[in-house]
């Protein structure tokens, strides 16, 4: 009988650049990347330094099908993406997907750009995987595989992103980030993508009191989410790419303080695997 289950697991949950150290242990160093499951179906979301143990695992399952979506294509978002080992494995077919760029760059361009010298020792030709690149923009539905539906939203990022609403199966994921906020407002966007949502995760790189150095940075904090989530009745809240200097003390602070105004509220660590529902 196939596993129905409908659920992610994070592999990267930092934001900006990979950190470790004794400070870094619980909540992990690793940058965004996120596996989604429909059922037999992987979706993997960015392509972190986290999206390296991604690939290993997925190697052990024997899959030979993963679709693979951008957000968008800052540094911390695809640096992990060579060293993606089911890229280099024959028996597997590999599709990926972005937006943010629609007009001015391909998802092939982009990652053809990105695995090549001067950047990458190699380039895309060495992969052995069966590699295909597909396009959309912002506002189209994806239908990867039957049964699921993806809603795609632009939202505010310097340089562009891509926020993805995943349904299957009658329930929602919502990944909102990277986006950054106006003082004082609702972002339609972000209540458009999360209403009614199961799960959202939601970027909270900032604080309140930090986003006053950090306005135009493009993120978020803790305390917006919590506001979105009341306002679109969405259900769990997961606080996603945290910053890099963000200690485990600080980290677990913060999460007792988003708890305390939303109680169903997490934050997310290296390896942590939520269920949809």
Same mark, same amino acid.
């Given at each position: 009988?196939?596993?129905?289950?409908?659920?992610?697991?994070?592999?990267?949950?930092?934001?900006?650049?990979?950190?470790?150290?004794?400070?870094?242990?619980?909540?992990?160093?690793?940058?965004?990347?996120?596996?989604?499951?429909?059922?037999?179906?992987?979706?993997?979301?960015?392509?972190?330094?986290?999206?390296?143990?991604?690939?290993?695992?997925?190697?052990?399952?024997?899959?030979?099908?993963?679709?693979?979506?951008?957000?968008?294509?800052?540094?911390?978002?695809?640096?992990?993406?060579?060293?993606?080992?089911?890229?280099?494995?024959?028996?597997?077919? %590999?599709?990926?997907?972005?937006?943010?760029?629609?007009?001015?760059?391909?998802?092939?361009?982009?990652?053809?750009?990105?695995?090549?010298?001067?950047?990458?020792?190699?380039? %895309?030709?060495?992969?052995?995987?069966?590699?295909?690149?597909?396009?959309?923009?912002?506002?189209?539905?994806?239908?990867?595989?039957?049964?699921?539906?993806?809603?795609?939203?632009?939202?505010?990022?310097?340089?562009?992103?891509?926020?993805?609403?995943?349904?299957?199966?009658?329930?929602?994921?919502? +990944? %909102?980030?990277?986006?950054?906020?106006?003082?004082?407002?609702?972002?339609?966007?972000?209540?458009?993508?999360?209403?009614?949502?199961?799960?959202?995760?939601?970027?909270?790189?900032?604080?309140?009191?930090?986003?006053?150095?950090?306005?135009?940075?493009?993120?978020?904090?803790?305390?917006?989410?919590?506001?979105?989530?009341?306002?679109?009745?969405?259900?769990?809240?997961?606080?996603?790419?945290?910053?890099?200097?963000?200690?485990?003390?600080?980290?677990? +602070?913060?999460?007792? +303080?988003?708890?305390?105004?939303?109680?169903?509220?997490?934050?997310?660590?290296?390896?942590? %695997?939520?269920?949809?529902?």
């Amino acid at each position: 009988m196939t596993d129905q289950r409908f659920y992610v697991k994070f592999w990267g949950t930092r934001g900006s650049i990979p950190v470790s150290g004794d400070d870094f242990v619980r909540y992990g160093g690793n940058t965004p990347c996120l596996e989604v499951r429909c059922g037999e179906h992987i979706l993997i979301f960015d392509a972190g330094s986290g999206i390296m143990g991604a690939g290993q695992s997925l190697l052990g399952q024997s899959v030979d099908d993963i679709n693979v979506f951008f957000t968008h294509c800052h540094y911390d978002h695809i640096i992990g993406l060579p060293f993606f080992k089911p890229i280099y494995n024959p028996a597997i077919t %590999v599709t990926f997907w972005s937006g943010h760029l629609c007009g001015a760059m391909t998802t092939g361009e982009m990652i053809k750009k990105f695995i090549s010298p001067p950047f990458f020792p190699i380039n %895309v030709e060495i992969c052995n995987a069966t590699l295909r690149f597909s396009d959309f923009r912002a506002g189209e539905i994806i239908t990867p595989k039957p049964g699921i539906v993806i809603k795609t939203f632009a939202l505010n990022h310097p340089g562009g992103c891509i926020g993805y609403r995943v349904e299957w199966e009658g329930k929602a994921l919502a +990944l %909102v980030f990277d986006i950054e906020h106006e003082p004082g407002k609702l972002d339609p966007t972000a209540l458009a993508l999360m209403e009614g949502a199961d799960v959202v995760v939601y970027d909270s790189a900032f604080t309140e009191a930090e986003m006053q150095r950090y306005r135009g940075f493009g993120h978020s904090t803790w305390e917006q989410g919590v506001k979105l989530m009341q306002a679109a009745d969405a259900k769990k809240l997961v606080l996603f790419h945290h910053s890099p200097t963000r200690t485990d003390g600080e980290m677990a +602070l913060l999460e007792r +303080l988003a708890q305390e105004a939303f109680p169903n509220t997490v934050a997310a660590f290296d390896g942590m %695997v939520l269920d949809i529902r």
